[in-house]
Nanobody, 123 residues
C-alpha cells in the first residue's frame, strides 16, 4: 500500500518561499511510469494541479505557476519537494501530494494522496 505524507510549515509570510516535502512509503518514486504531483485547494475553490516530478526525475509545471515553482526529489529518502516563491495570501490553501501514472495528468486520475497540509500565507 502506497502512502504519502506532506510536511512543512503551516504559516508562511508574504513574499517568502513556501517549502513542502512529501514522503512516500510502500513504493519507490523512481518506479516507471509513475508521476508524483503537487495539488492545492484554496478555500472555497477547486483543486489546482501545480506540477509533478516524473519517475525519471523530470519536472513539469503548471504554466500559471511555472515562474514561481520548483519541484525536486531526494531518491535516497524517497521524498519529493515543492518550493513556491514570492507567496501571497492567494497561495493560502490545503496542499496535497499525490501519485499518478502514465502521462502527466492535470485534472485528475491520481490514485494515492497524502492527507493534505494547510498552508496559510499571512504576516
Amino acid at each position: 500500500q502506497v502512502q504519502l505524507q506532506e510536511s512543512g510549515p503551516g504559516l508562511v509570510k508574504p513574499s517568502q518561499m513556501l517549502s513542502l516535502t512529501c514522503t512516500v512509503s510502500g513504493g519507490s518514486i523512481t518506479t516507471s511510469y509513475y508521476t508524483w504531483n503537487w495539488i492545492r485547494q484554496p478555500p472555497g475553490k477547486g483543486l489546482e494541479w501545480m506540477g509533478a516530478i516524473v519517475y525519471d526525475g523530470n519536472p513539469y509545471y503548471s504554466p500559471s505557476l511555472k515562474s514561481r515553482t520548483s519541484i525536486s526529489r531526494d531518491t535516497s529518502k524517497n521524498q519529493f519537494s515543492l518550493q513556491l516563491t514570492s507567496v501571497t495570501p492567494e497561495d493560502t490553501a490545503v496542499y496535497y501530494c499525490a501519485r499518478g501514472s502514465g502521462t502527466i495528468a492535470t485534472n485528475g486520475g491520481w490514485d494515492y494522496w497524502g492527507q493534505g497540509t494547510q498552508v496559510t500565507v499571512s504576516s
